[in-house]
């Protein structure tokens, strides 16, 4: 898809065609021009040569068909990956890359393991919605919301991720609101700060994993060297002091790594704050590591709600397709 000689294209046009354009492509979610049956046909030919509207995309599909995974290739041949997950309540979230790779490389992620490509720019990243919005349009759905939890680490391509949600979020054409929107990022403080001032009400997710930076220091060691996590709750605190909102922190639960009662306890005393949550996510296993136990998971969410925490277990969806968090990885890019 390439829509840069939209305005070109349109330049001697009535004004009203932008409406019109816009309408199609982000409220009707065309794939073909020719859908746009109140253009002339000399338009929608021009149209059709010059702006193509084909997203280059694979899809893979779960056996349980609860998260569709689909494969989108870019101008450069290199591709990322995009997720539908079919939430059990009904509701339709979309999983997207921000970026090709992830330079982080946190050792229990497989996006990390295949090195960092580039960076997402940020009609790349509305493409991988709008695909997934052509494709519910097909069963009269809807995408409900939207997570930069795929491939890279969206803080690290702050500019192009923020163009992206402002471009989804304009009424003027998908219109989706912000708040249905969320970031994870491993914890930049500078970035989360810039953050906290923006327009937009954007959701925010902290990828934790551990309550020191010891620990966390052998499962991220490069996010523990761009920030400590005094530093990232210092960040965290601006953010929720500037928008007054909740901070959802990710924990992966991983088999006899990060998952005692006495880390919970730990957990529990950073975690005790208004307008924190924590989100219990059961790893996918790897080479190194395996999930903890059902058990030994609800064992830890006991001990942190009883301090009084709130707190969450995730429902872990697409893990016989690779699409689940942390496994989303194109090895032939
Ligand atoms: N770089 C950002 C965005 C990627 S989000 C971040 O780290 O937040 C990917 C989410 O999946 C994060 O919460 C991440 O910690 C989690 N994740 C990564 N590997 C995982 C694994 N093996 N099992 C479960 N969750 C994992």
């Not at 101008?75 to 890359?97: A, F, K, P």
């Not at 991220?220 to 210092?234: C, F, G, T």
């Not at 709600?305 to 016989?320: C, H, P, Q």
Request: hydrophobic share 40%.
């Amino acid at each position: 898809m390439n829509i840069k000689n939209l305005s070109n294209i349109l330049k001697d046009e009535p004004k009203f065609r932008f409406k019109q354009v816009n309408k199609a492509l982000f409220v009707d979610y065309i794939s073909d021009w020719q859908e746009v049956t109140v253009f002339p046909l000399a338009l929608r030919e021009k149209l059709e040569s010059n702006c193509p509207l084909y997203i280059n995309a694979k899809l893979v599909d779960s056996g349980d068909k609860k998260s569709t995974k689909a494969l989108i290739s870019f101008s450069d041949n290199l591709s990322v990956e995009t997720v539908l997950i079919r939430q059990s309540d009904g509701r339709h979230t979309v999983c997207v890359s921000s970026q090709i790779g992830c330079p982080l490389a946190c050792k229990f992620c497989v996006s990390g393991s295949i090195g960092f490509k580039r960076n997402l720019n940020y009609f790349e990243i509305v493409e991988q919605f709008l695909f997934w919005a052509r494709y519910l349009k097909k069963e009269d759905k809807k995408i409900d919301n939207l997570v930069f939890m795929g491939m890279g680490e969206p803080l690290l391509n702050y500019d192009e991720v923020l163009k992206a949600i402002k471009f989804l979020n304009d009424e003027e054409s998908f219109n989706f609101g912000a708040r249905r929107i969320s970031i994870s990022t491993v914890g930049l403080a500078k970035q989360i700060k810039r953050l906290a001032k923006e327009p937009f009400q954007v959701n925010l997710g902290i990828s934790l994993h551990a309550y020191n930076d010891s620990l966390r220091k052998e499962l991220m060691p490069k996010a523990v060297e761009l920030n400590s996590l005094r530093e990232i709750m210092q960040a965290v605190d601006y953010y929720i002091f500037k928008t007054n909102r909740q901070v959802m922190f990710e924990y992966i639960m991983i088999d006899k790594v990060n998952d005692s009662l006495e880390i919970a306890k730990n957990l529990a005393v950073l975690m005790k704050r208004p307008l924190f949550m924590v989100n219990l996510i059961p790893c996918n296993s790897n080479e190194n590591y395996n999930p903890s136990p059902k058990k030994t998971i609800n064992d830890f969410a006991k001990v942190l709600s009883d301090k009084g925490v709130k707190v969450t277990i995730r429902e872990s969806l697409g893990s016989d397709i690779s699409a689940a968090c942390g496994q989303l990885a194109k090895i032939d890019n």
